[in-house]
C-alpha cells in the first residue's frame, strides 16, 4: 500500500458494476452458470458490494433474463451487498422477490437522454420511483438513486448542475440516501466533478454520493482523483473495464475496477481487494466476452512485477 | 476551457515526445517526409517544444537515422524549442552542428536498466555527460537531463528516491536547470510523484522539472494530476500515444499528449493547444504507423461533441 495523499479517505467503498452494466450489453448472451462464476471470482478478489442484474424486459434486455436465477446464487451471502436495477414497478416485485438488498432507480439529468433510454419525460421516471418506493416501504428492500448523464449529455452537451440537485433532491425526497453520480458517456471532468459532489454535499447533508466514471476522453482516473480529494468514499467500476461506450465504437466505457483498486491502494486508500484476484477475475471476464477489455493493469501487472533482464529489448529509454 | 482546480498551476508547457521517443520503437522506417509531416501538425495544433528526433547510432536505432534531416526541416522555427537525444560524445557533435535548441542526456536512476539500456554502469554514464559538457560549452547549445526509471525499475523494482536526488544534483552540477524525470515502465503513481516533486524541489530550488508518464497501469494521468497539485509546469508526451512499453506486448506506454492536453484544459489550465488539431495530428500518427493507438479522446472526440438521437441505441444507463 502506498502512502496516503493529503485529504484522502482512509477507506472507499468499490461497487461492481460489470455483471449488470459491463456484461448487458454484451451480444452474446452469456450463461448463468459463467456470471455466476465471474461474480464469484470477484467475491473471491475482496469485493462485497455488486451491481448484480437489472430486473428489466426479457424482450428489451435479452442478457438479463437470467437476473433471478443470478441473484438465486448469492442472495444467502451476508457480507455481500446486492443491488439490482430497476425499471418499473413489475421489476420491483420480482427484485424484491429476488432478495435484493436495494434497488437502484434511474434517470437521466437530462431530458433527451432519459427518453432516449428509458422512452419517459425525466417527470414521468420520477411519478414511476414514488409508486417503487411504496411498493417497496416495509418490503425490507432499500432503494437507491442513479443520475445518468450527470456530467453532459451526448445529446444536449452540457447538463446543468440545477437538474442533477433538483434530480438527487427528488431522490432523497422518496427516501434514497445513496445516491449514484453516472457519467454515461464519459463527459465528467475533474473540475466539474469537485464542483458538482461540492454542491451536492451543501445542499444533501444526510446523503452518501456515489461516482461512477467512464474512461472514455481518458480522463476516468483523473475523475477519482477529484471525488478521493473532497472526500467521496463510494466508486462504481467494472471488471476489465467491461461496458462499451454505445456511442463510438471505438471508445472505451466504464473505468476498470482492477485499475481503480490499484490507484486506491496505491494512494494509501483501502479498498478490501487484493490486486492479484482482481487480475484474475479481469483476465477470466475477458474470457467470457472474448475479446480484448480496455483495462490497463490487467496486461501490465502489479507495478513491482519485475522482469528478467534478458526477456526484454530497450532503446534508449 | 474548465475552471481551474485549486492548486494548479495556470499554464502548462508540453513537450511532444512522439517524434523521438514514439517513433524509435517502430520496426519499419517512417520516411523522413512524413516524419516531417506529423512534427508540422504538431506545430499547427499549437505545441512549441519537442524532442524532435535523437543523434544516435544508426545501426543502433535505425529509424533515428535521418535525425539531420528531420532538424534541418524546423531549424529556422524560432517559435519551437527543439531538443534531441545524445548518448555521446558523436552524439552530441551531430546535434549541435544540426542546430538544436538543448541536447537530451538521459541516464536511468537504476543500475540494471541503464546497463540494459545503454551497456554502462551509471557512473560511466555521468563521466560520459561531464564530456558533452565541456564540448557544449561555448556552443550556444543548452544540456537538459533525463532520468529513466525515476519511479521504478522493470528489473530492479522500487527505485530509492535518494538515487534519484542524486542524479539530479549530479546533472545540475553539470550545468542542466531542467530534468526530466522518466516514468519508463509506468511504475509511478500519485503519492510516489508527490513524494519525489516535493523533495527534488525542496533539494534543487532552481531547477526546473519535467515529468514523463506511462500509462502501462493506467494512472498517467492521474500521475500528472499528482504533479499538477504540486505546482509542476512541464509535462511530455506523446501523440495519440505513439511508442510501446518493450516489457509487456499489449501494454501501452506514453500518456497521449491529446488526452493530457484536454485533461489541462478541462482543468482550467492553458497549454495553448487546439485539441481539434490535436486530434487530427493523432489520426496522422496512427496513420503512419498503420495500428490503432491507446488515446481515448481522438476516439471519443472533444466531450460537447454530440450525438444525433438516431445515431445510438441505449440499454438502461
Known sequence: MGQRIAGFPDTVIITEVGPRDGLQSEAEFIPTAQ???????????????????????????????????VMAAFRDRDDAHLTALVPNLRGASAAIEAGVDAMVLFASASESHNRKNVNRSRAESLAGFAEIARLAEG???????A?????????????????????????RDLGMTHITLGDTTGMATPALVIDWVQALAEALPGVE?????????????????????????HYESS????????FVPRATGNV?????????????????TDLDRLIEAAALAEHLVGRELPGQIMKAGPRLKTASM????????
Open 147 to 171: 443520475i445518468a448523464t450527470a456530467f453532459g449529455c451526448p445529446f444536449e452537451g452540457d447538463v446543468a448542475l440545477s437538474a442533477v440537485l433538483d434530480q438527487a433532491k427528488a431522490y
Open 239 to 246: 471488471i476489465g473495464g467491461l461496458g462499451g461506450c454505445p
Open 310 to 317: 534478458d526477456s526484454v529489448r530497450t532503446a534508449n529509454g
Open 35 to 69: 456470471k455466476i462464476a465471474l461474480i464469484q471470482s470477484l467475491l473471491d478478489a475482496g469485493l462485497r458490494r455488486f451491481e448484480i442484474t437489472s430486473f428489466v424486459s426479457p424482450r428489451a434486455v435479452p442478457q438479463m433474463r437470467d437476473a433471478a436465477e
Open 139 to 145: 418490503s425490507g428492500t432499500a432503494l437507491q438513486g
Open 256 to 272: 476498470a475496477t482492477e485499475d481503480l483498486a490499484y490507484f486506491l491502494e496505491e494512494s494509501g486508500v483501502e479498498t478490501g
Open 209 to 233: 454520493f456515489a461516482l461512477h466514471f467512464h474512461n472514455t476522453r481518458g480522463v476516468g482516473l483523473a475523475c477519482a482523483y477529484a471525488g478521493l480529494s473532497q472526500g467521496v468514499r
